[in-house]
């Protein structure tokens, strides 16, 4: 069992940049990967940016040279930097964290987190 809790969101002006958090506890030993989803008005859920355990780190084509993922092992948690933030960049972000524990994979999901980019 994974919890997630995300925090960072917020309006933002275009070009200004925004820092998510995403926070695990529980079985956080078992995590194999962390990333980041998003869900604009009246589109489906999309891919944002992953890291594994080990520090690979991969990004949609619409966020690259853009946002970058990171984590801090200690503090178990997972950040993502929102810079030259675009109004198409407005959606809901979800933090994720795959699990894998005996061969049995699951995924947990955040509560989502609003990102407003508007002038």
């Known amino acids: 069992q994974v919890q997630l809790v995300e925090s960072g969101g917020g309006l933002v002006q275009p070009g200004g940049s925004l820092r998510l958090s995403c926070a695990a506890s529980?079985?956080?030993?078992?995590?194999?990967?962390m990333g980041w989803y998003r869900r604009a008005p009246g589109k489906q859920r999309e891919l944002v940016a992953t890291?594994?355990?080990?520090?690979?780190?991969d990004y949609a084509d619409s966020v690259k040279g853009r946002f970058t993922i990171s984590r801090d092992n200690a503090k178990n948690t997972v950040y993502l930097r929102l810079n030259s933030l675009k109004p198409e960049d407005t959606a809901v972000y979800y933090c994720n964290a795959k699990t894998i524990v005996k061969h049995y994979f699951d995924n947990y999901w955040g509560q989502g987190t609003q990102v407003t980019v508007s002038s």
């Open positions: 529980g079985s956080i030993f078992s995590i194999n990967s």
């Open positions: 890291i594994t355990s080990d520090g690979s780190t």
